[in-house]
């Protein structure tokens, strides 16, 4: 058995049925071990579209996602994806072809220091230095993927490595100890929720990657308090929960953005207090205690400062936390404000309301179905106005926000549930980014949705424009988009173009009965905005009622923000974040064998 065999071996060992991935010289004995190894693979049409799926492929099952690409190109091209996987905390191995051992450093053709370039967009790397090693590094790096904190490992393997015959015998990773249940700092946060008035739950997307979503909900179903989620939190808590606020943040409901300011409690579970979310920190939650519960230690107190900070495992933390509340005024408050700020869906015209089509598609697709999105409006519109029975079936770049993440994703999907309605939205212009997928989706014949909501423009960075940059409407328009149904036509995939809201449910329900895979094209008003918006910091949470109401989804005023730059040149970035490690199994992210020392970014020292 030589190296690439063993590769297959070691995959089929770990569960893996799919990898996704695109063949090169570097990687060709991998690819000629892949031919009757067992092991399908599915050939994406760019290497960003395989780590992309494989990204769908591990959101929409919990498996370890594999991509696969040869050296140089190949390898640059799987980046994007890989720091996707990282700001999300997907997990995720990467197989990268490397030249040959003794043409490393060379500057050999199409060798690149993947290594490197990995190493900040990747919770581990390792590079393959002999033949003996490669059982335990392709054992260590589905382990590192799936520990504590999940993320992407990339494994590098030279040429000749892969060629090189050998007796390899199996390696057997050692499991990590058990975290150590904090049984005092529970005790206090038991005594803190019964102490309190006005809790509040922050449910954040580390419920689901723990698989702790039915711990949860009978947490939810204990307390009967009201909760909120982030982006990557929806599905979490059912819909019908009666205190459920909807998304928080930026783009949240109005809801949920005003209990979270009034409660007194705010409990964040799996969360991270993303930007996006808080908006200007010292103003977010401003008379609230925190209880912040994480597998990763690193997340407590590195933004918002907890009261009682819980490291481990959600499926343990929440029953011990769980206890009835008398807070039955703050129930009726949730309740009025969910009441008070429910969207309506009424709007003047004969042009499609993106919000009431999203809506429509959300009460007439299966329960069940994946709904992925790339990046831009759509993606904001798609979280507020459709419903997931759980965090897998929604898949969207939430850290990274990557245009053209979508489509791809809906690949890995689809190829994960067969069985299920895989949905993509996308706008006009992340559809372009990685529109060659259409070759995957054809080739493979997948039978995925995709609607294309398209205002032939960058819509979310012309919104901004208007708001932020006094309408100067640089770049942003896309009145040179191709004929979408055409495009789709030269990969053999059907569709439909429609410009009416008369057209949409019929339209609806011709996707959603097609046998295979189908476009709807769907035009839109090109000034469309996304509502509700808390603005970004340093404007504070309660400036968006100067110029919007919620309820109404129309501007009621001017907004005005000052000088963006002059304010952000008082508020330099911090220093660099401490990092060090001995590669481990710790609970959260293991980091890499190097240390940025914390310093100003112009005095930057890397130490390796």
């Known amino acids: ?76 091209n799987l980046i994007t994806g890989l720091a996707d996987a990282l700001l999300d905390s997907i997990p995720i191995v990467a197989i990268t072809g490397q030249v040959a051992a003794p043409f490393i450093g060379t500057d050999a053709f199409q060798e690149v220091d993947v290594l490197g370039l990995s190493l900040a967009c990747t919770k581990h790397s390792f590079l393959v230095q002999s033949l003996d090693e490669l059982p ?37 990773s050692t499991v990590a100890d058990e975290m150590a249940f904090p049984q005092a700092e529970v005790a206090q946060a038991l005594q803190m929720l ?78 991270r207090f993303d930007d996006r979310v808080t908006g200007k920190l ?18 407590l107190n590195k933004l918002r ?8 495992d ?47 598609l959300s009460d007439r697709k299966p329960a069940d179905s994946v709904v992925t999105t790339d990046v831009g409006q759509h993606q904001m519109w798609s979280a507020q106005h459709m419903t997931y029975t759980r965090p897998e079936n929604f898949i969207t770049s939430s850290g990274l926000g990557t245009m053209g993440f979508g489509l791809p994703a809906a690949v890995g999907a689809q190829v994960a549930r067969p069985n299920d309605t895989v949905i993509c939205i996308s706008g006009d212009g992340s559809f372009m980014m990685n529109v060659q997928e259409l070759g995957t989706v054809k080739r493979k014949q997948l039978p995925l949705k995709i609607v294309l909501l398209d205002n032939q423009r960058l819509g ?26 055409t495009l789709a036509s030269a990969f053999g995939i059907p569709g439909q173009h429609i410009t009416r809201k008369d057209q949409v449910e019929a339209a609806l329900d011709t996707m959603l009965s097609s046998q295979g895979p189908y476009l709807l094209h769907v035009s839109i008003d090109e000034l469309e905005n996304v ?47 401490h990092l060090r490690n001995e590669h481990g199994n710790r609970a959260g992210r293991t980091e890499h064998k190097y240390r940025i020392d914390r310093c100003q970014p112009a005095a930057r020292r890397i130490t390796v």
């Open 1 to 76: 058995m030589n190296g690439a065999q063993w590769v297959v071996h070691a995959l089929r060992t770990q569960g893996v049925d799919t990898v996704f991935g695109y063949p090169g010289g570097a990687i060709m004995p991998v690819y000629d071990a892949l031919y009757d190894g067992g092991v399908e693979h599915l050939l994406c049409r760019h290497e960003q579209g395989a780590a992309m799926a494989a990204i769908g492929y591990a959101r929409a099952t919990g498996k370890t996602g594999v991509c696969i690409a040869t050296s140089g190109p190949g390898a640059t």
């Open 136 to 172: 335990r590094v392709i054992a260590e790096a589905f382990q590192v993927a799936n520990s504590g904190r999940p993320g992407p490992v990339l494994v590098d393997i030279p040429k000749d490595i892969q060629m090189a015959q050998g007796d390899l015998d199996p390696h057997f």
């Open 194 to 271: 019964a102490q309190s008035q006005q809790p509040m739950l922050y449910v954040g997307g580390g419920v689901g990657m723990a698989q702790a979503v039915p711990a949860l909900r009978e947490f939810l179903a204990v307390t009967r308090m009201p909760a909120t989620c982030t982006l990557k939190g929806l599905g979490v808590v059912d819909a019908d929960y009666p205190y459920y606020l909807g998304m928080l943040g930026m783009h949240g409901t109005k809801a949920a953005n005003l209990a979270v300011q009034e409660c007194d409690l705010l409990i964040a579970v799996g969360a």
């Open 282 to 299: 010292n103003t977010f939650a401003p008379h609230a205690k925190v209880i912040h519960m994480d597998i990763d230690p690193a997340e």
């Open 305 to 312: 400062q907890a009261h009682i900070g819980l490291t481990g």
């Open 314 to 360: 959600l499926n343990c933390l929440l029953p011990a936390l769980q206890q009835p509340l008398a807070i039955d005024g703050w129930r009726e408050r949730s309740a009025a404000l969910r009441a008070e700020h429910a969207w309506r869906y009424d709007h003047p015209g004969e042009a499609i309301y993106a919000p009431l089509l999203l809506k429509q």
């Open 460 to 485: 979310m960075v012309r919104q901004w424009q208007q708001l932020f940059f006094q309408e100067r409407y640089s770049e942003t328009t896309l009145t040179d988009n191709p004929d979408f149904l």
């Open 531 to 577: 509502w509700p918006l808390v603005p970004p910091a340093p404007v504070t949470l309660k400036c968006w009622r100067n110029y919007h109401d919620a309820t109404s989804g129309r501007f009621t005023g001017t907004f005005q923000p000052g000088n963006l730059r002059a304010r952000a040149a008082r508020c330099p970035p911090p220093g660099f974040p």
